[in-house]
């Protein structure tokens, strides 16, 4: 993390609620048992990989299953494909799966600037919004390289608050200093701003951005399918 970096979210952030962070061990079985069937379904629809190259990794029940990055990364870019999943309820999962499910409906896969982080949870920032996220099962700064950097993540609904679907892909580890003052200056407005931290608030954000429509620019979306086609990101 940045040394000169001074957080510029400040006081506004700092006295948002985090609604939900930290993962105990039924939370993340309930998230990933209903994210990797999820998966499936989806993969099933989309054949973005070989269905027998999808599967749990071994020893690590509460992760994305393997190969699964590649098939959430069109997921969310069809996240149509969710209503039908809670609908038809293919693999016969229980209410409560179900329920977790619904409101990934309204996913928001955005490329996120990180403005500050700690153990428990995360300011992220896109063009519009600041968002706070709380901690799945590791703290919520083990993921971040460098504040700021930016990232490709998809927030899902959870338990009240926010989580990533368990994938982050680093786009940029470390801006240029020019850009520092600029991130900063946005931060600053967007604290004056609804700041986005409860479930309800992502599910109202993401109604508002249609079907189909790619936050993420041409040139890092490219990026991001040439890792997945020379088997970098998986």
Not at 18 to 33: C, E, K, N, Q
Request: charged letters at 20%; one cysteine or more; proline letters at 6%.
């Amino acid at each position: 993390m940045s040394m000169h970096w001074k957080t510029p979210s400040g006081d506004a952030v700092a006295a948002v609620y985090v609604p939900y962070s930290h993962m105990d061990d039924d939370d993340a079985r309930l998230f990933y048992d209903t994210i990797n069937a999820l998966l499936v379904y989806a993969n099933d629809r989309l054949g973005i990989v070989d269905p027998d190259a999808l599967r749990e990794r071994p020893g690590a029940p509460c992760m994305l299953y393997e190969h699964g990055g590649q098939v959430a990364d069109a997921l969310w870019r069809n996240r149509g494909i969710v209503g039908d999943f809670v609908r038809d309820n293919p693999m016969r999962l229980t209410q409560e799966h179900l329920d977790c499910a619904r409101p990934w409906r309204w996913a928001v896969r955005d490329m996120f600037t990180v403005v500050d982080a700690s153990e428990d949870s995360v300011v992220y920032m896109n063009r519009t919004h600041l968002f706070v996220v709380g901690a799945s099962q590791d703290p919520a700064d083990s993921h971040v390289h460098h504040i700021p950097s930016l990232m490709l993540l998809t927030l899902l609904p959870f338990k009240g608050g926010i989580v990533t679907s368990g994938m982050t892909i680093h786009l940029s580890q470390e801006p240029a200093s020019w850009a520092l003052p600029l991130i900063a200056q946005q931060a600053k407005e967007f604290c004056a701003r609804t700041v986005i931290a409860t479930s309800e608030q992502l599910v109202a954000y993401g109604r508002k951005i249609p079907d189909g429509e790619n936050l993420v620019t041409p040139l890092f979306q490219a990026e991001v399918d040439r890792g997945f086609a020379e088997g970098t990101l998986l």
